[in-house]
């Protein structure tokens, strides 16, 4: 059993849709909380549940590094590990590689580095970030990239993006030659240019593979990249390389110059992205899925979103406050506890301040997407796509 | 409302009762996990709730110090101010004062001393403690007094427990003088001395004190203290000044020597207890209530207590082990999480690995005094008053 993507309801560009994994239904637009290290930090799986979460993102660097791939494979893999019955996807720990590691080597072959860690060296490729994520066995997997870094002259974003690419058409070929061949797509056999029938111990056979486009911010570039990623074949499309230290505005645009050569029919992923605001507008954008680290980071520095604005609770004009965090939220923080309480436990640099901020975040965030979703569903007119998106 | 105190079943020297308070009913013998500064730490009030805790205990000292108990008293008390509706008993600050604080002078008037926080210099008396304490707002409410250090000589021990005497007078006149008038009961009113008809601003009309013994390890200091604490008349006894670094054996002599000489109609607390072992124990020799950081503490540094003994999650072992960290243990975390999985989040320094370490030692305690409850209802014979509780 693969992926199934099918659209519901359509409003201008944006789309309500229905992903289908092995691990449950997701509607979408959907906004994929971070769980780094096999948790969202600070909130138990259960609550996540609660929160109505449908589908989260691991980082395969991170736990490739710790505790191991082979360990999580082991142990199940990650739906059994961390206890999660829904779906996950995996990044293909390229970003982190090209953000976090020391020391690294780019070649042909794949990506030399040292571990943030313990400076440890190790090599990534794209047939081995592939078999990475296939041992951990996330719903969604992705093809190992080089996240293009900005600025970077048209060249190097050309070169950059040629080498993603060839690294995809490996990563495809990989992730078909491992699957158990009766679950083989045509997509995937298309893709495969090595016919041998290698036959391995896989769980892989409920995954699936999104292709990522690159490009930098060269509108040109990146319909070349979408149109050649899609040439490749995958199962679902992700935009990279972007909010990555770019103006809000390019962000914008190479998304638009990207949408239109992507597959109606296919779900597409806009990675890191963003704020409450701009999660809004790329869903009507159609956008179908998005993740970003802010609000469960923000959270643990103490940056709050709500229906009126962020607010920073560490602030001393919230010490005597005695409202809800959100007075039109309805999760169990704003439920249950005052402004006031929320700013002494963060004060007081208590671990309680961490859970609560990340659960209201999340509500926040998700709440975001599914009243996205309803306006789409509703055929409702909004002028959001008519200017920029609030910041 | 005062405070009611029923006993519903006698074993042995145990008691089965019923704490019965503004805020709610609270089964005997309980243990009271220790929320410092309005929080356990990690753990959100419905967490605690689901738990089945009736009673928290919180920390003057450390609500003095921040948010500062004019500021908690300001936002509705404590149990407002931190969501709490069910019952809360705080000490008097005296343990912290001599335990944390830096510099501090003692004199017969009460404490100087800097705070360890910021190293300000602050004072509190058995007045302004019992006032503190009165603002915080909690059902339970204790006696200012000086913990005696250990070791101590039988002079130095006589000489503390004879401060703590005149100290124990000076704050139940106090507490008698700053109730509402209509509220006053006999006992306070017999030890008020000092008849000026004080009226005030106060929210203590359900608040109850309590005396607390001590004596060193002298048993026959401890009877003299236990007798004169009760001629001045509080609504339940605590034994202090143990678990301070004395052999257990002492403790449980001194433990030994204290009950009979309190009245058997009133709740008795012994501060500062203990292990799971040492909780049954006590909650058989006729001990009430009891409090201690270890299982929230331990939970923190990944010391686990499960139905088989304790574990140490950081060990290697569990790395793999699928199970759950106590197959006999029916909390939110032994149902859904294994040891591989709990291990891996205390290794990698987890937000998630205090949440869960804690909300599962805080089961293991509750249950533990349920337990013990519910053989005192049925009468059961067990053999654990004919020795050493297992440690």
Redesign the interface.
């Known amino acids: 059993m693969g992926l199934g993507f099918h659209i519901e309801a359509k409003r201008g560009a944006g789309r309500a849709g229905r992903l289908t994994t092995a691990h449950g239904e997701i509607a979408t637009p959907v906004f994929m909380p971070v769980g780094t290290?096999?948790?969202v930090?600070?909130?138990?799986?259960?609550t996540l549940e609660e929160l109505g979460v449908e589908i989260l993102l691991s980082n395969t660097y991170h736990l490739y590094l710790?505790?191991g791939v082979e360990?999580v494979r082991?142990?199940?893999g990650l739906h059994e590990?961390?206890?999660w019955p829904r779906a996950i996807l995996t990044d293909s720990g390229g970003f982190q590689v090209f953000s976090l590691s020391r020391l690294r080597k780019v070649r042909e072959e794949g990506v030399e580095f040292q571990s943030h860690l313990d400076g440890s060296s190790h090599f990534l490729s794209p047939e081995s970030a592939t078999e990475a994520q296939m041992a951990l066995g996330a719903d969604i997997i992705m093809a190992f990239d080089e996240c293009t870094e900005h600025p970077a002259t048209r060249e190097r974003a050309r070169a950059s993006m040629e080498m993603t690419l060839r690294w995809a058409r490996r990563c495809a070929g990989h992730f078909a030659r491992s699957r158990p061949l009766g679950e083989q797509t045509q997509i995937a056999r298309d893709a495969r240019k090595d016919k041998s029938r290698t036959t391995r111990d896989s769980n892989a056979s409920y995954q699936a593979m999104f292709g990522i486009v690159q490009g930098g911010t060269y509108p040109e570039l990146r319909r070349e990249s979408a149109e050649r990623t899609v040439k490749t074949g995958f199962d679902g499309y992700a935009i990279g390389g972007l909010s990555v230290g770019e103006p809000r505005e390019l962000t914008r645009e190479m998304v638009a110059a990207t949408t239109p050569h992507l597959p109606p029919e296919k779900p597409r992923y806009l990675m890191g992205v963003g704020t409450p605001e701009e999660i809004v507008y790329y869903a009507q954008m159609g956008i179908d899925m998005m993740d970003c680290v802010l609000p469960t980071r923000a959270a643990r520095h103490g940056l709050l979103f709500t229906s009126e604005g962020k607010i920073s609770i560490k602030n001393a004009c919230y010490?005597?406050d005695?409202e809800p965090l959100d007075a039109a939220c309805g999760c169990?923080v704003c439920r249950?506890?005052?402004r006031?309480?929320l700013r002494?436990?963060y004060?007081?640099n208590?671990?309680?301040a961490?859970?609560?901020n990340t659960v209201h975040n999340l509500a926040h965030y998700l709440d975001t997407m599914r009243s996205v979703r309803h306006s789409i569903e509703l055929g409702e007119f909004t002028n959001s796509l008519s200017g920029a998106p609030r910041t």
Chains 1, 2 share one sequence.
Do not use: C, I, W
């Open positions: 290290l096999a948790t930090k600070g909130v138990p799986q259960e710790r505790p360990h082991r142990l199940g590990f961390m206890s010490a005597g005695e169990r249950r506890y005052s006031a309480y002494h436990l004060a007081s208590e671990v309680l961490t859970v609560l």
